[in-house]
T-cell receptor
Framework: GAGVSQSPSNKVTEKGKDVELRCDPISGHTALYWYRQSLGQGLEFLIYFQGNSAPDKSGLPSDRFSAERTGGSVSTLTIQRTQQEDSAVYLC??????????FGQGTRLTVV | AQSVAQPEDQVNVAEGNPLTVKCTYSVSGNPYLFWYVQYPNRGLQFLLKYITGDNLVKGSYGFEAEFNKSQTSFHLKKPSALVSDSALYFCAVRDINFNKFYFGSGTKLNVKP
């Protein structure tokens, strides 16, 4: 596609439920990133995929968070047993080598 | 360790005046530097990047940034601010191994008519 696509754009879930957030990167981009942004705050790194290498999971805040990237393209971020503190905007980005990362519009997650 | 600092939470400037949003970085090796802008309820939009070459980099919407290796800075500038430039600005650095991007905490730019 022309840009990074994220779905859903908004998600409201009940505390304790699992959620899946999807990211379709720009075609051909080898790197894919997930970041989290709380209201009006900076970007918190979550996880980074680069080609076929093992992902950098150093930013995942707890074992309730996991992500996978299938076929080097689409990625899914899964949050299990959601908590209210998980409420944030989840941003996905993709890039190629030394070029800039291009971001999707984000998924706004609200845990009630 | 890689890091980026944006020392100002907020910058206020009058429309038509020049603006500067500051950024300093720390990275092992040669840095790849980026500026992004975020409008309310939107994702981040790429503005400009420095990889190599001229220290003054020109980007979208009339913005430019100056790379200063000795001061490890990459300040964002615009000669004449517009009200529509009001947004949240993020500086980012990426190391030579093309690893993850490190973002600053963001600077809110307010341009008043």
């Amino acid at each position: 596609g022309a840009g990074v696509s994220q779905s859903p754009s908004n998600k409201v879930t009940e505390k304790g439920k699992d959620v899946e957030l999807r990211c379709d990167p720009i075609s051909g981009h080898t790197a894919l990133y997930w970041y989290r942004q709380s209201l009006g705050q900076g970007l918190e790194f979550l996880i980074y995929f680069q080609g076929n290498s093992a992902p950098d999971k150093s930013g995942l805040p707890s074992d309730r968070f996991s992500a996978e990237r299938t076929g080097g393209s689409v990625s899914t971020l899964t949050i299990q047993r959601t908590q209210q503190e998980d409420s944030a905007v989840y941003l996905c980005a993709s890039s190629l080598a030394s070029l800039a990362a291009f971001f999707g519009q984000g998924t706004r997650l609200t845990v009630v | 360790a890689q890091s980026v600092a944006q020392p100002e939470d907020q910058v206020n400037v009058a429309e038509g005046n020049p603006l500067t949003v500051k950024c300093t970085y720390s990275v092992s090796g040669n840095p790849y530097l980026f500026w992004y802008v975020q409008y309310p309820n939107r994702g981040l939009q790429f503005l400009l990047k420095y990889i190599t070459g001229d220290n003054l980099v020109k980007g979208s919407y009339g913005f430019e940034a100056e790379f200063n290796k000795s001061q490890t800075s990459f300040h964002l500038k615009k000669p004449s601010a517009l009200v529509s430039d009001s947004a949240l600005y993020f500086c980012a650095v990426r190391d030579i191994n093309f690893n993850k991007f490190y973002f600053g905490s963001g600077t809110k730019l307010n341009v008043k008519p």
